[in-house]
């Protein structure tokens, strides 16, 4: 290799020594090298007197060129991260050996973690979702890091600017839709506000259109495709964390009914949706890692080689088992089951209620294969628990695809960590990679097997229509019941 | 039609044997620097060597100089582009649905080429069928969504269309994980940086051609009205603004498209706005763009038959007495879709063409001249439909919040997969409702 590989563009191509006549293709390579150095430092001395900017023209050069390389074994290394243990957790294990003392910074912080995650889930549904959004955001300021790094892009300041501003419209979009919700009496009362909830959408998307055309006046002349690269990465990222957060939270509520006779708001928060799918992934990630650290032989994918089999399937089994009895524990009671009444006039949570009938008990007779097995013929189930085992398969099964990719990529972009947040672990992504298809999956699990669309929602479209519409509809709506048998025909007015 | 199925098959060789050149261009030279301080295209661009013109074209243009052969063969190619417009939409929707898939289609080719120029990507076979198979699940994903809403009936008769749909989100879900697992599984070891790139383009271009197209399409079912005049106002604003720029261009616009004028913007923009209130005037009349579109379900085909809107009633508005004295009118009457068609001009001329910037942007940075080589003297698909994109995203947003409320047949179908108490409670709220507005009062069932 010339000496000058870092600086030089012409060593990056597949001209390399390996090659038949390599030397003097070196040699070719190094007076190139010399010259374009020369070249180089003659625009970067006149570039640099002019703009005062740190990129210079081979420095450019060599950045574009990492984009399109062929394969990843030129790309130079991110410089390893800091250590950054508390330090009191440092100096109370500094009498063990290194190995026991990851293992212990991982144990500990796990449990702070965990411990961290049921008490948001005790201060209530405000403070989930506030915990959902840092979260989101989070992530999101991670993986933008990571692309400004590879695409040194710390030389367009607008991007940074560009790409938060982004997230903020996407988030905005997507709070509008589920707070309008969440704040309906709060909102019927004000003008302004319903004039931005009836035009949300518009709004929205002029707020979008405004950044594209920001990012588009922005395009500065030497640096189109690093902008493009950005630009896409940016919007990748939002595909990927805020939508799937969004997802979230519209899984723990399930919306809200606007009771118009006695006008109290109801908002439904399903804990039990919300905590079995993500305690599922948590814990199949726990047991995967015991189960592989006790008895892992056999490797599984070559992108993660830690990961064996024995510990997938290990994990597996264990997730569902959990989940299983995890869900008979929730059902029981009725704070994880039924709405969270919020009384507008005493401004009081109070959870009490006819509980739904997926939290009921049921007879299931047990399949005859099982029956000699077990002993029993019927057996006394809720039906949350079966949903939960395809949830807890799902989340043993196709969970960890996403930590394969969350792997791949950071193998991709050559960094250990997404970031430095949480010592021992990592950053906030590396702990989330796979909840991201979870809450996907459990979105479209419950629209399509459980809950059918919002009636308050619908309710509200049927009263925008226009007069002759809503008669049309009322007539075929009446039609449709009096036949289901669930309408008198008799019942007038 | 068939004047272009000859000269597409030459262009598909010639492009192969393009692209061969390309990419040995490429590796030699590829400087990826995006210095233009060299030729205009950075020196790696190959030379356009094959003529794409048919036949008959260049030996009817044989004798004139070539920059008017260019200007004759775009102008021959405009006009036929806009004959096969008209021809579709004398059609009807379904001819118009596919055409719209067809470009979609060609749109995503066009650009998933280009990222594989650009990355080699040539010896990862996987790629191309995971590109195609996800650009396949995303549009059953919109497609279920579309026949779900607008051809309910249909479906809810047979048995395999109502589980389809009844269960339809999963099933695009899980299509979809499909992909994604076979695209984790097929990472390769020393190419995970291209195939991360080949994924994130794959998904980007996707949100860019397949959303918007499937806009587009709604936009249609609303009336082909709103389907045709912002195509129209689009491709007059490019056309005005060429006409414009080409006889009055002085001041450059902007620095990423020297050619455009400020001259040719504003030109563009009067001009555009006039058309829009001209055609709109003129199709307002018919009822075969003014209605949505339905589906009958017993002659199992597409009526667009129906009263007229409001929107499309001629109406007496009074004219500003500043205007007065110039006009000389006291009232005037007009359709109040032409009202809106100004704000849809007005989009289209001043906003449509950032969609062009990106796009010119976008050649820059991958140094490409066109897209594609598709039509002679044009381009590619997606040099026409740049501008598009945009403005069928805005008309659906425009619709869905000024013009329409929510969809009635939606909504009764929503209805039905309530649990019968819901039912119950909506619909008596529903009738206290009316019963309010005085429409029911003490009128019997019937």
């Given at each position: 290799?010339?000496?000058c590989?870092?600086?030089?563009?012409c060593?990056?191509?597949?001209?390399?020594?390996?090659?038949?006549?390599?030397?003097?293709?070196?040699?070719?390579?190094?007076?190139?090298?010399?010259?374009e150095?020369?070249?180089?430092?003659?625009?970067?001395?006149?570039?640099?007197?002019?703009?005062?900017?740190?990129?210079?023209?081979?420095?450019?050069?060599?950045?574009?060129?990492?984009?399109?390389?062929?394969?990843?074994?030129?790309v130079?290394?991110?410089?390893?991260?800091?250590?950054?243990?508390?330090?009191?957790?440092?100096?109370?294990?500094?009498?063990?050996?290194?190995?026991?003392?990851?293992?212990?910074?991982?144990?500990?912080?796990?449990l702070?973690?965990?411990?961290?995650?049921?008490?948001?889930?005790?201060?209530g549904?405000?403070?989930?979702?506030?915990?959902?959004?840092?979260i989101?955001?989070?992530?999101?300021?991670?993986?933008?890091?990571?692309?400004?790094?590879?695409?040194?892009?710390?030389?367009?300041?607008?991007?940074?600017?560009?790409?938060?501003?982004?997230?903020?419209?996407?988030?905005?979009?997507?709070?509008?839709?589920?707070?309008?919700?969440?704040?309906?009496?709060?909102?019927?009362?004000?003008?302004?506000?319903?004039?931005l909830?009836?035009?949300?959408?518009?709004?929205?998307?002029?707020?979008?259109?405004?950044?594209?055309?920001?990012?588009?006046?922005?395009?500065?002349?030497?640096?189109?495709?690093?902008?493009?690269?950005?630009?896409?990465?940016?919007h990748?990222?939002?595909?990927?964390?805020?939508?799937?957060?969004?997802?979230?939270?519209?899984?723990?509520?399930?919306?809200?009914?606007?009771?118009?006779?006695?006008?109290?708001?109801?908002?439904?928060?399903?804990?039990?949706?919300?905590?079995?799918?993500?305690?599922?992934?948590?814990?199949?990630?726990?047991?995967?890692y015991?189960?592989?650290?006790?008895?892992?032989?056999?490797?599984?994918?070559?992108?993660?080689?830690?990961?064996?089999?024995?510990?997938?399937?290990?994990?597996g089994?264990?997730?569902?088992?959990?989940?299983f009895?995890?869900?008979?524990?929730?059902?029981?009671?009725?704070?994880?089951?039924?709405?969270?009444?919020?009384?507008?006039?005493?401004?009081?949570?109070?959870?009490?209620c006819?509980?739904?009938?997926?939290f009921?008990?049921?007879?299931?007779?047990?399949?005859?294969?099982?029956?000699?097995?077990?002993?029993?013929?019927?057996?006394?189930?809720?039906?949350?628990?079966?949903?939960?085992?395809?949830?807890?398969?799902?989340?043993s099964?196709?969970?960890?695809?996403?930590?394969?990719?969350?792997?791949?990529?950071?193998?991709?972009?050559?960094?250990?960590?997404?970031?430095?947040?949480?010592?021992?672990?990592?950053?906030?992504?590396?702990r989330?990679?796979?909840?991201?298809?979870?809450?996907?999956?459990v979105?479209?699990?419950?629209?399509?097997?459980?809950?059918?669309?919002?009636?308050?929602k619908?309710?509200?479209?049927?009263?925008?229509?226009?007069?002759?519409?809503?008669?049309?509809?009322?007539?075929?709506?009446?039609?449709?019941?009096?036949e289901?048998?669930?309408?008198?025909?008799?019942?007038?007015? | 039609?068939?004047?272009?199925?000859?000269?597409?098959?030459r262009?598909?060789?010639?492009?192969?044997?393009?692209?061969?050149?390309?990419?040995?261009?490429?590796?030699?030279?590829?400087t990826?620097?995006?210095?233009?301080?060299?030729s205009e295209?950075?020196?790696?661009?190959?030379?356009?060597?094959?003529?794409?013109?048919?036949?008959?074209?260049?030996?009817?243009?044989?004798?004139?100089?070539?920059?008017?052969?260019?200007?004759?063969?775009?102008?021959?190619?405009?006009?036929?582009?806009?004959?096969?417009?008209?021809?579709?939409?004398?059609?009807?929707?379904?001819?118009?649905?596919?055409?719209?898939?067809?470009?979609?289609?060609?749109?995503?080719?066009?650009?998933?080429?280009?990222?594989?120029?650009?990355?080699?990507s040539?010896?990862?076979?996987?790629?191309?069928?995971?590109?195609?198979y996800?650009?396949?699940?995303?549009?059953?994903?919109?497609?279920?969504?579309?026949?779900?809403?607008?051809?309910?009936?249909?479906?809810?008769r047979?048995?395999?269309?109502?589980?389809?749909?009844?269960?339809?989100?999963?099933?695009s879900?899980?299509?979809?994980?499909?992909?994604?697992?076979?695209?984790?599984?097929?990472?390769?070891?020393?190419?995970?940086r291209?195939?991360?790139?080949?994924?994130?383009?794959?998904?980007?271009?996707?949100?860019?051609?397949?959303?918007?197209?499937?806009?587009i399409?709604?936009?249609?079912?609303?009336?082909m009205?709103?389907?045709?005049?912002?195509?129209?106002?689009?491709?007059?604003?490019?056309?005005?603004?060429?006409?414009?720029?080409?006889?009055?261009?002085?001041?450059?616009?902007?620095?990423?498209?020297?050619k455009?004028?400020?001259?040719?913007?504003?030109?563009?923009?009067?001009?555009?706005?006039?058309?829009?209130?001209?055609?709109?005037?003129?199709?307002?009349?018919?009822?075969?763009?003014?209605?949505?579109?339905?589906?009958?379900?017993?002659?199992?085909?597409?009526?667009?038959d129906?009263?007229?809107?409001?929107?499309?009633?001629?109406?007496?508005?009074?004219?500003?007495?500043?205007?007065?004295?110039?006009?000389?009118?006291?009232?005037?009457?007009?359709?109040?879709?032409?009202?809106?068609?100004i704000?849809?001009?007005?989009?289209?001329?001043?906003?449509g063409?950032f969609?062009g910037f990106?796009?010119?942007?976008?050649?820059?940075?991958?140094?490409?001249?066109d897209?594609?080589?598709?039509?002679?003297?044009?381009?590619?698909?997606?040099?026409?439909?740049?501008?598009?994109?945009?403005?069928?995203?805005?008309?659906?947003?425009?619709?869905?919040?000024?013009?329409?409320?929510?969809?009635?047949?939606?909504?009764?179908?929503?209805?039905?997969t309530?649990?019968?108490?819901?039912?119950?409670?909506?619909?008596?709220?529903?009738?206290?409702?009316?019963?309010?507005?005085?429409m029911?009062?003490?009128?019997?069932?019937?």
């Amino acid at each position: 290799m010339c000496a000058c590989w870092r600086h030089c563009w012409c060593c990056w191509t597949r001209r390399a020594p390996s090659r038949p006549g390599g030397s003097l293709v070196v040699g070719r390579a190094l007076s190139g090298c010399l010259l374009e150095m020369l070249h180089g430092a003659a625009t970067a001395a006149a570039s640099g007197l002019q703009h005062g900017s740190r990129v210079t023209e081979p420095d450019l050069i060599e950045r574009l060129d990492d984009l399109d390389l062929r394969n990843d074994s030129d790309v130079p290394d991110v410089p390893p991260s800091i250590d950054s243990t508390p330090e009191i957790l440092r100096r109370a294990l500094s009498g063990l050996s290194a190995r026991w003392k990851n293992w212990w910074i991982r144990g500990i912080l796990t449990l702070a973690m965990i411990s961290v995650f049921f008490l948001i889930i005790y201060m209530g549904s405000f403070m989930l979702m506030l915990l959902v959004l840092s979260i989101q955001v989070k992530c999101f300021h991670e993986i933008i890091t990571i692309g400004y790094r590879v695409y040194h892009s710390y030389d367009l300041p607008w991007f940074r600017s560009l790409s938060w501003y982004f997230l903020l419209c996407v988030n905005y979009f997507f709070y509008g839709e589920t707070v309008a919700d969440y704040f309906g009496t709060f909102v019927q009362r004000r003008e302004q506000l319903q004039f931005l909830i009836r035009y949300h959408r518009f709004i929205s998307f002029a707020l979008y259109l405004a950044g594209f055309c920001m990012f588009v006046l922005s395009l500065v002349k030497k640096h189109y495709r690093l902008q493009f690269y950005m630009f896409a990465w940016t919007h990748v990222t939002l595909l990927i964390t805020v939508t799937q957060s969004h997802l979230v939270i519209q899984n723990l509520f399930e919306g809200m009914i606007w009771e118009s006779v006695n006008c109290k708001l109801r908002q439904k928060e399903e804990h039990g949706r919300f905590l079995v799918p993500i305690s599922s992934v948590i814990c199949n990630d726990i047991a995967a890692y015991i189960f592989g650290f006790f008895f892992g032989r056999t490797p599984l994918i070559k992108l993660s080689p830690k990961k064996t089999w024995e510990g997938f399937i290990g994990g597996g089994i264990s997730t569902v088992v959990f989940g299983f009895i995890f869900s008979y524990f929730l059902a029981q009671h009725q704070y994880f089951v039924c709405p969270v009444e919020y009384k507008s006039e005493t401004n009081r949570f109070v959870t009490e209620c006819e509980p739904l009938e997926l939290f009921q008990m049921k007879k299931y007779s047990v399949p005859l294969l099982l029956r000699s097995v077990l002993g029993w013929e019927t057996v006394n189930m809720y039906p949350f628990q079966m949903h939960s085992i395809a949830l807890s398969t799902f989340a043993s099964l196709i969970g960890p695809f996403g930590g394969f990719f969350a792997s791949g990529f950071k193998r991709a972009f050559k960094i250990k960590d997404f970031a430095d947040t949480i010592p021992g672990h990592g950053g906030i992504m590396d702990r989330f990679d796979c909840q991201y298809l979870m809450a996907t999956f459990v979105h479209v699990y419950i629209t399509s097997f459980i809950r059918g669309p919002n009636p308050s929602k619908l309710l509200k479209q049927l009263l925008v229509l226009q007069p002759e519409q809503q008669l049309n509809v009322y007539n075929t709506l009446k039609s449709h019941l009096v036949e289901k048998g669930i309408l008198q025909p008799s019942l007038r007015g | 039609m068939n004047i272009f199925l000859p000269s597409f098959s030459r262009v598909c060789r010639s492009r192969l044997a393009l692209q061969e050149s390309e990419s040995e261009n490429k590796l030699d030279g590829e400087t990826a620097s995006d210095s233009e301080s060299k030729s205009e295209f950075g020196g790696s661009l190959p030379v356009p060597t094959s003529d794409d013109t048919p036949e008959v074209l260049n030996r009817a243009l044989s004798n004139l100089s070539s920059r008017w052969k260019n200007w004759w063969v775009r102008g021959i190619l405009t006009l036929a582009m806009i004959t096969f417009f008209f021809i579709i939409i004398y059609l009807g929707p379904m001819v118009l649905m596919m055409i719209v898939m067809c470009v979609q289609i060609k749109c995503f080719h066009e650009i998933i080429t280009i990222g594989y120029n650009v990355y080699h990507s040539y010896d990862l076979p996987w790629f191309r069928t995971l590109s195609w198979y996800f650009l396949l699940c995303v549009n059953y994903f919109f497609y279920g969504e579309t026949v779900t809403d607008y051809f309910f009936t249909l479906v809810q008769r047979e048995e395999p269309l109502r589980i389809l749909s009844k269960y339809h989100r999963f099933i695009s879900f899980a299509l979809y994980l499909t992909g994604f697992c076979m695209f984790v599984l097929s990472l390769v070891k020393k190419h995970y940086r291209l195939q991360f790139y080949m994924f994130g383009w794959t998904h980007v271009t996707l949100l860019i051609v397949v959303t918007q197209s499937h806009l587009i399409i709604h936009n249609l079912f609303e009336g082909m009205i709103w389907f045709i005049v912002p195509i129209s106002c689009v491709i007059c604003n490019d056309i005005m603004a060429y006409m414009f720029g080409f006889f009055f261009g002085r001041t450059p616009l902007i620095k990423l498209s020297p050619k455009k004028t400020w001259e040719g913007f504003i030109g563009g923009f009067f001009a555009t706005v006039l058309f829009g209130l001209l055609l709109s005037y003129v199709m307002s009349g018919y009822r075969c763009f003014t209605c949505p579109v339905e589906f009958n379900n017993d002659t199992n085909s597409f009526t667009v038959d129906c009263e007229p809107s409001e929107l499309f009633q001629l109406q007496e508005y009074n004219i500003p007495l500043v205007l007065q004295s110039v006009v000389g009118w006291k009232t005037l009457r007009m359709y109040p879709f032409q009202i809106h068609s100004i704000a849809l001009s007005t989009f289209a001329s001043l906003i449509g063409p950032f969609g062009g910037f990106f796009a010119s942007g976008f050649k820059r940075a991958f140094k490409i001249k066109d897209f594609a080589n598709t039509i002679p003297g044009h381009g590619g698909i997606m040099d026409r439909f740049d501008c598009q994109y945009l403005m069928a995203t805005f008309v659906n947003v425009y619709i869905a919040s000024f013009i329409r409320g929510p969809n009635p047949s939606k909504l009764i179908q929503q209805f039905l997969t309530l649990r019968p108490d819901q039912q119950l409670h909506i619909f008596n709220t529903l009738k206290a409702h009316l019963v309010d507005k005085g429409m029911l009062g003490s009128l019997e069932d019937a």
